[in-house]
Each structure stands twice: as structure tokens, then as C-alpha cells.
């Protein structure tokens, strides 16, 4: 089993930024899609970024396209999200996940989820 851990989280005005880290325990982390979700209290959880295996193909939610990016390092078996001009709508715990084939908006196509991380946005 795939074990993912996030990172990086925190309390943050508006119109900051944080980067989040999700590692995990495979070395084969490169053969692995990576996404992003957050669920704020009382919501659902929804999709916010993902990437293939290589990380060249990417997609993001339309709420946060032009302010977030999704990358990842191979080397060292890590996933981020950076976030950028953050506002309180982003206010959530945010949730990594992989995928050995699959990656994409639906929380139903990855297998591997991590614990999440909180994420405050103050006015």
C-alpha cells in the first residue's frame, strides 16, 4: 500500500501563499498520478489539481486556475501545491491522492489517500 503523508499547511492571511507537500513511500513514486482535494466543513470534498505520472499533463479546478500549481519531485518521492493569492474560500483540509493509472476530478479514480492538512485562510 501506498502511504502518503501531507505537509505544509497552516494559518495564512488573504492573498498569501502556501506550498503544500504530499510524500510518499514508494520509490517508484514517478510511475504514480497525483491529485489534490480539499473539503471544507459541511461540503463535500472537490477536486483541485492533478498531474500524470511524469507531472507533463496537468488540470485544476477552475477556482483555483492561475493560482495554484501542481508539481512534483521524483527524486525525492514528493508531491506539491503551490498556492497562490490565497482567499478564504480556499479555507479547507486538503487531501493528497495517487493513482497507478488514473488521475483526474473524480475522488473514485484514486486508490491512495493521505490524512490531510488544514489549511486557514483569514480575511
Known amino acids: 500500500q501506498v502511504q502518503l503523508k501531507e505537509s505544509g499547511g497552516g494559518l495564512v492571511q488573504a492573498g498569501g501563499s502556501l506550498r503544500l507537500s504530499c510524500a510518499a513511500s514508494v520509490r517508484t513514486f514517478s510511475f504514480y498520478t497525483m491529485g489534490w482535494f480539499r473539503q471544507a466543513p459541511g461540503k463535500e470534498r472537490e477536486f483541485v489539481a492533478a498531474a500524470s505520472w511524469s507531472g507533463s499533463s496537468t488540470d485544476y479546478a477552475d477556482s483555483v486556475k492561475g493560482r495554484f500549481i501542481i508539481s512534483r519531485d521524483v527524486a525525492k518521492n514528493t508531491g506539491y501545491l503551490q498556492m497562490n493569492s490565497l482567499t478564504p474560500e480556499d479555507t479547507a483540509v486538503y487531501y493528497c491522492?495517487?493513482?497507478?493509472?488514473?488521475?483526474?476530478?473524480?475522488?473514485?479514480?484514486?486508490?491512495?489517500w493521505g490524512q490531510g492538512t488544514q489549511v486557514t485562510v483569514s480575511s
Open positions: 491522492a495517487s493513482d497507478r493509472t488514473y488521475y483526474g476530478q473524480s475522488v473514485e479514480e484514486y486508490d491512495y
